[in-house]
């Protein structure tokens, strides 16, 4: 809730107002300006008499802020969430790269594509071992054998992995082996799935659904944090528009917004977003420029014979050219990597 005073409201009518208030148990942000002098009321507003409030003199105005999210909300929790895996922070001063392969196609050429990312710079292993396809046909990923094999490159590199769960009964096995839990873009809104991750305490990359407003995807993470687990990371990975030349049509805009309206820390996937890894460099430096926490980007040693997403997939060698830019950008705008 949202009080605006006259401007010559005197200091002290301003003070009263606001120590009643903080008896009753909100927390104030006070804004002066020159024209208005605006008062930010955090809390369950619903108990404010606002025919009160508005019947005094010096206030010109009361709005209620109505946000279906709460948790989420900037205005209940102003400071940045960071999400801690294993000591790396997401949301903090250092942006964070994480980097492997769409599919887990075995542990040899996993161990290879994990090493090769970890000495570019990247500090998580990506990698699908539960693969949702949209034919029956496709791949479908190693599964249990591949979370061995993420679990086995994690303890020769040291880098923490992210991987996708797509279905409440391997919740046990996400929990005991993964690092990161992902909940992938069509599963944005499988609340089930939602409310399981909730009631743990990992880490959960949670992905915009492929056609979902930012409004429905924050609800998602309010749906995980409802539960009990604050450790939320929201992933862009583009939307379905009406454009054809790429895969999926990558919203930066979600940069600023997210950063605005909520405290949870957003990284960006340049892959799904563009399709095409002839593009992935340059939305990945204007992720950087636009204030991303992070990327997540996928990179295979043979691209042409990937299981999957071949097409969107980095070389090792394009992956490090683009890590030396990104540090060039990071800096740039007061980060690093
Ligand atoms: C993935 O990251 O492997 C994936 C399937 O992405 P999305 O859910 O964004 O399509
Ligand atoms: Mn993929």
């Known amino acids: 809730m949202i009080i605006t005073f006259k401007y010559d409201t005197p200091k002290q009518e301003i003070e009263n107002l606001s120590k009643e208030l903080v008896n009753q148990g909100f927390g104030i942000n006070y804004l002066p300006g020159e024209k208005l002098n605006i008062m930010g009321i955090v809390g369950d507003t619903s108990k404010v008499d606002i025919k009160r409030i508005k019947a005094i003199d010096w206030v010109k ?32 001063n250092k942006i964070v790269v994480i980097a492997g392969p769409c599919s887990v196609e075995g542990q040899e050429i996993l ?53 996708e769960l797509m279905s409440i009964d391997k919740i046990d096995e996400f929990v005991k082996y993964v690092d990161v839990i992902q909940i992938g873009a069509r599963n944005m809104q499988n ?50 528009t009406f454009e054809k030349y790429t895969r999926n049509t990558l919203d930066l805009t979600v940069i600023p917004i997210i950063k605005e309206r909520t405290h949870l820390p957003i990284i960006i996937d340049p892959s799904h977003a563009t399709g095409d890894y002839k593009y992935v460099e340059a939305v990945s430096l204007a ?21 999957s997403d071949g097409d969107q997939s980095l070389k090792p060698e394009r992956f490090d050219t683009l890590m030396t830019k990104a540090r060039a950008i990071a800096n740039v705008v007061g980060r690093e990597i």
């Open 61 to 92: 105005d009361v709005t209620r802020i109505q946000a279906p999210y709460k948790l989420a909300n900037r205005m209940f929790h102003q400071e940045d969430t960071i999400v801690d895996v294993s000591g790396i922070k997401i949301g903090g």
């Open 287 to 307: 992720a950087i420029a636009a204030g991303a926490d992070g990327l997540m980007i996928e990179v295979h040693n043979n691209p042409e014979c990937a299981f």
């Open 111 to 163: 161990d290879e594509i994990a090493v090769d990312v970890a000495k570019s710079g990247a500090v998580m292993l990506r990698g699908g071992a539960y693969k949702p396809r949209s034919s029956p046909y496709a791949f479908q990923g190693m599964q249990t054998k591949g979370i061995e094999c993420l679990t086995n490159s994690s303890i020769k590199t040291g880098l923490p992995i992210v991987s």
């Open 191 to 240: 609340f089930d799935l939602l409310k399981v991750v909730g009631k743990t305490k990992k880490p959960i990359l949670l992905k915009r659904g492929l056609a979902n407003t930012i409004e429905e995807w924050i609800m998602s993470a309010e749906y995980i944090m409802a539960e009990g687990n604050p450790n939320v990371i929201l992933c862009e990975r583009g939307i379905r």
